[in-house]
Nanobody, 122 residues
Framework: QVQLVESGGGLVQAGGSLRLSCAAS????????MGWFRQAPGKEREFVAA??????YYADSVKGRFTISRDNAKNTVYLQMNSLKPEDTAVYYC?????????????????WGQGTQVTVSS
């Protein structure tokens, strides 16, 4: 089992920045594939970013603005979000998987956090 706890969400003005954190426990963190997803009201969950070892993957909508990183010593994955837009408003979820074939497919992640709200005002 893997437990994931997100933090760092909040309210920010458009153009601002936030850094989300996700602390993991229960398995060897360095072996986990970590991802961030988000779900806006009335919309389906969508892929944001993933990190496999130290290779990173991003949705086109966040490429160049968001950065995913991990600190294996702290069992934590981060999502640095810059140049935020109102359309980035959503609940952001951290997810983990032992193995997968498609980093952007949420169905391939086994473990999920409870989510953290990010609200970007215009």
């Amino acid at each position: 089992q893997v437990q994931l706890v997100e933090s760092g969400g909040g309210l920010v003005q458009a153009g601002g920045s936030l850094r989300l954190s996700c602390a993991a426990s229960g398995r060897t963190f360095s072996r986990l594939i970590m991802g961030w997803f988000r779900q806006a009201p009335g919309k389906e969950r969508e892929f944001v970013a993933a990190i496999i070892a130290f290779s990173t993957y991003y949705a086109d909508s966040v490429k160049g603005r968001f950065t995913i990183s991990r600190d294996n010593a702290k069992n934590t994955v981060y999502l640095q979000m810059n140049s935020l837009k109102p359309e980035d408003t959503a609940v952001y979820y951290c997810a983990a998987s032992v193995h997968l074939t498609t980093a952007s497919d949420g169905n391939e992640y086994n473990y999920w956090g409870q989510g953290t709200q990010v609200t970007v005002s215009s």
